[in-house]
């Protein structure tokens, strides 16, 4: 048997049994006199009840940062005519859960558990998200205060494509790539803050044969808890390398 497309105030007949796909049934599938009416003994489904289909389908398989999907249903705009029966839909799995903007999302219609078309619905697919954004042009090296950001809903460029949500998760931080003014943070542009910064002043710390030494130095380069950076030895002008234990303190390993 074969399976035709559903155009506008068409009624077609066949039946394909259909695995991998998403089924709207019960409750969700009996929708209001405005989304489907009748015309003599068949069921008419109007344009807004396709949209909806898809727009729960995409709910619950769309990555969960984007708050707000948004889908524009435009074609097709005449109702669509189906024989009288139970109501289902099925959406074909695709690239509608992974990408956004203007595609086509193939929809089955079955009547009592019978394929009985396809509709090709032409949609445009949108998503916004709450997302950290600069509020001015942040550089490399700079540390984020909590005046540099704020969180602002964007719309989305793509659904793979990183950002951070969260205000605790970039204050304090440092930038390594250039933030532009209201552009999402992404987290390929920051770092966990040095604990230890270029011209810091530092205690040296050095143990080793039951002795404890601690002296003052300058630390030439920065570094986190666990990285080792170049210190200069006040007293001496030596210049060695120390591994970072704690904001302010370095130690040197022997």
């Known amino acids: ?45 109007h344009p807004d009840r396709i949209r909806q289909v898809i727009a729960r389908y995409l ?49 089955h219609v079955l009547v009592d558990g019978r394929e ?30 909590p005046e540099d950001v704020t969180i602002t809903r964007i719309k989305l460029v793509d659904l793979h494509r990183q950002f951070v949500s969260e205000l605790g998760d970039v204050i304090g931080k440092s930038v390594v790539r250039p933030i532009p003014a209201h552009s999402p943070v992404r987290p390929s542009q920051i770092k966990p803050a040095d604990v230890v910064r270029k011209g810091d002043r530092v205690t040296i710390e050095a143990q080793g044969g039951g002795l404890s030494i601690r002296v003052a130095g300058v630390s030439k380069s920065g570094g986190r808890v666990g990285e080792y950076v170049a210190v200069t030895n006040v007293d001496s002008g030596k210049e060695i390398r120390a591994r970072v234990v704690a904001p302010g303190v370095v130690r040197v390993d022997y």
């Open 1 to 45: 048997m074969t399976t035709r497309r559903l155009s506008a105030a068409a009624m077609i007949a066949g039946c394909l049994i259909l695995t991998a796909v998403w089924t709207e049934v019960g409750g969700e599938t009996r929708a209001s006199a405005a989304q489907v009416g009748r015309q003599g003994t068949s069921l008419v489904v």
């Open 59 to 107: 709910d619950q398989r769309v990555d969960r940062r984007a708050q707000d999907l948004q889908v524009t249903l435009l074609d097709p705009k005449e109702p669509v005519t189906v024989p009288p029966g139970n109501l289902e839909f099925n959406v074909q799995p695709g690239a509608v859960e992974e990408h956004l903007g203007r595609q086509i999302v193939r929809v």
């Open 116 to 145: 009985v078309g396809v509709v090709e619905a032409l949609v445009e697919i949108a998503a916004y998200a709450d997302a950290v954004v600069a509020q001015r042009l942040i550089k490399p090296g700079e540390l984020i205060e």
